[in-house]
């Protein structure tokens, strides 16, 4: 298989944001050519008084910012945004998850991990392409490995052992 396209990384967040019943899976991605998970990696160097090098890894703060993201009534993760950007909304009513899955083979199951998120939209408004709501994602633990498989567009995770 050549180098993967971008196109083989998918990020869905649940716009359900906690509700009952299955996750509502929503494709992050129309209208952005550049995003990325900037894992905030947290590593403290230190060197001391006789040369010696010592690192100190305090893990990862990962974030990724959906920019931009026009603002499309039909989309199913539209009212959640606006509710929590013109309501000014903090805490548990901006928590939901994240799903990411690589398609790097020509059938599935795919790779697949789930994780709490926090969505917090960084800005409303925009100029004459449309209202934008561009929101970021901070991951906030609880990680979860397994396999996804894809039918009529709709991802279904299974969680691994």
């Given at each position: 298989m050549a180098k993967l396209k971008r196109e083989a990384l998918l990020h869905y967040i649940d716009a359900s944001f906690g509700g009952t019943g299955s996750p509502q899976w929503f494709l992050?991605?129309?209208?952005?050519?550049?995003?990325?998970v900037d894992l905030g990696v947290d590593v403290e160097t230190k060197k001391n008084i006789l040369g010696e090098t010592s690192v100190d890894d305090?893990?990862?703060?990962?974030?990724?910012?959906?920019?931009?993201?026009?603002?499309?009534?039909?989309?199913?993760?539209?009212?959640?945004?606006?509710?929590?950007a013109m309501n000014r909304k903090t805490g548990s009513d901006c928590e939901t998850k994240i799903l990411e899955v690589l398609?790097?083979?020509?059938?599935?199951?795919?790779?697949?991990?789930?994780?709490?998120?926090?969505?917090?939209?960084?800005?409303?408004?925009?100029?004459?392409e449309g209202v934008a709501i561009p929101f970021d994602v901070s991951f906030n633990?609880?990680?979860?490995?397994?396999?996804?498989?894809?039918?009529?567009?709709?991802p279904t995770f299974t969680e691994g052992e």
């Amino acid at each position: 298989m050549a180098k993967l396209k971008r196109e083989a990384l998918l990020h869905y967040i649940d716009a359900s944001f906690g509700g009952t019943g299955s996750p509502q899976w929503f494709l992050i991605g129309k209208d952005i050519d550049d995003m990325s998970v900037d894992l905030g990696v947290d590593v403290e160097t230190k060197k001391n008084i006789l040369g010696e090098t010592s690192v100190d890894d305090k893990g990862y703060e990962p974030k990724l910012s959906a920019d931009p993201y026009y603002a499309n009534p039909t989309d199913s993760i539209y009212a959640k945004l606006k509710d929590i950007a013109m309501n000014r909304k903090t805490g548990s009513d901006c928590e939901t998850k994240i799903l990411e899955v690589l398609v790097d083979k020509d059938t599935g199951p795919y790779d697949a991990w789930t994780e709490d998120v926090v969505v917090k939209p960084q800005s409303y408004g925009g100029g004459t392409e449309g209202v934008a709501i561009p929101f970021d994602v901070s991951f906030n633990g609880n990680r979860k490995q397994g396999t996804v498989t894809i039918a009529a567009k709709v991802p279904t995770f299974t969680e691994g052992e």
